[in-house]
């Protein structure tokens, strides 16, 4: 009986509580709505690690940590811009420059010349750094909003942006561009969770694309860091640069090849970093080391320029950038000014193969006088050379510091009064002209090294001026000239002597096999003009001398 109602009143209470939550059901939970889906071609990023603060600024504190509005494309994109002298290309990826091309200079296959080194997986021109590894990751795989899909130039600057912004994250890259020069102005700025991160942007790992025949020419060198600091222009080849060297202050700083360069000028005396980028093998399987050049940008904008090493439009640009053309110090002026001499001659003539020959010829017409007296002191000192040798074998023997050395200088004086000279008069004679010719020859040498004009200026059989003679011609002239002009210099040498100045001119044309043309056409039309001064010099002197020796015959 107790069973039965005990199992009475366990019924009834299951009976109460399953009426109780029939009727007295609690509200249903609420379901979460939907994330909204990423549209389509948007990368899909990780929560950002926040980024450490600055030393002595407190960390963010996660209500301060605002989410920006999403800017970003939808799909990766080729930006171009095309101006009279330059054409430009972005990827949208990263606001990254994918190609520089100035349009005024052409490569050896007759297409502008590319200044953007593309290297496979490597850095690439005006890339932003902000010093912290996630941050610039993120910033190379956004997907940059530009404010226009392509850009024409036509008369009036104009501006071309790139703005991007996701989660915490918000970058802008805008350039600046003038079509009247090759100077850009870049400003940049990155901001995460609302604090600004300081942005460096770069040029690297070199510039240009030299082809094998322009690396074999002499005097090419690879590209290199060069910027101008307190104490001048300074190069670092890229491999003595290391993984990072930092130089302050700097007016400019960037990198260069034999005929072209790229250089940022900060807004005013600032810091700049170099650095040495190992690149892949080359065509020959040697390692190569490419170079790395950039500042920091902070409020105010940095100018970029990319071009010919022209110094007469580079000195027109300001901010000393026609320093970067390595014209020299002391001789620098001289340089400059037969550089323009060579463009007002080129104005008139037309080609520059024979511009060098024209500019030669008048160079050695002002020298002639100069030479004319040289030769005529070298004839003379010829003419002494017998006696002069008898004198020298009598005190071979006699030390330097023995007085008897007196006797013989009283002997040499004694010579040349005999002969009507003197040895001060002779010594400057002989040694002036050859002090005063020689600065303006190696200055239009100089001129002819640096002067990009020649870069792909033909002159009848050869192509290209700056490049070496494809027959070897003119080394081979050169040397040939050079010997005749040895053999008809009078000289006071003896035999042995002679026979090791005769070696010089096949030591030239072994030096100068791969020397650029222009230069050997210069040495070349230079030692021509040699030739017919000594004979026209040796054959007035003779003329001169022709009465003297008559009368010798009579007596």
Known sequence: MDEKR????????????????????????PRPSPAPSPAAGASVLPAPTPAPPFPGQPAPSPATRAVVARIADDKERRVEVQGPDVALAFSNRGARLLSWQLLR????????????????????????????????????????????ASLVLAGQAADLAFAYADGDLEAEKILHLDPHDYLVEV??????????????????PGIGNPTPAEMEVSGYHAPQA???????????????????????????????????????????????????????????????????AGIALGPSPALLYVGPKDHLMLSRLGHDLQRVVPVGEWIGPIVVALMSLLRWVHGHVGNYGWSIVVLTVLINLVMSPLRHYSIANGVRMAKLAPEMKVIQDRYRKVPALDPRRQEMQKEVAALYARH????????????????????????????????????????????????????????????????????????????????VMMIMPVMLVGMFLWAPSGLNLYWLASNVCSIIQQAVTLRILRTRDEPARRERRRT
Do not use: H, N
């Open 6 to 29: 005990l199992l009475l009143a366990v019924a009834l209470s299951l009976l109460v509580l399953t009426a109780y939550q029939l009727l007295f059901a609690p509200p249903p939970r």
């Open 105 to 148: 200079f052409k490569d050896p296959r007759g297409r502008p010349e590319e200044m953007v080194q593309a290297v496979i997986g490597g850095p690439r021109p005006l890339d932003l750094e902000t010093g912290e590894p996630a941050v610039d990751a993120r910033l190379r795989d956004a997907l940059f909003k530009p404010s226009a």
């Open 187 to 204: 400003r940049a700025s990155v901001r995460q969770a609302g604090r600004e991160l300081p942005v460096r942007v770069f040029w690297g």
């Open 226 to 292: 060069v910027y101008l600091g307190p104490a001048g222009v300074e190069r670092v080849p890229a491999q003595k640069i290391g993984p990072a060297r930092t130089v302050s202050p700097v007016s400019w700083a960037g990198v260069e090849s034999t005929y072209f360069t790229a250089l940022w000028v900060p807004s005013g005396p600032g810091e700049a970093e170099m650095r040495g980028i190992a690149l892949p093998p080359g065509d020959d399987g040697k390692p190569r080391v490419g170079a790395q």
């Open 420 to 499: 009507g000279m003197s040895m001060g008069t002779q010594m400057t004679v002989g040694c002036l002209p050859l002090l005063l010719t020689m600065p303006f020859l190696i200055a239009f040498y100089r001129v002819l090294s640096v002067s990009i004009e020649l870069r792909g200026a033909s002159f009848l059989w050869i192509p290209d001026l700056s490049q070496k003679d494809p027959l070897f011609v003119t080394p081979l002239l050169m040397g040939a000239s050079m010997f005749l002009m040895q053999r008809m210099t009078p000289t006071s040498m003896d035999p042995a002597q002679q026979r």
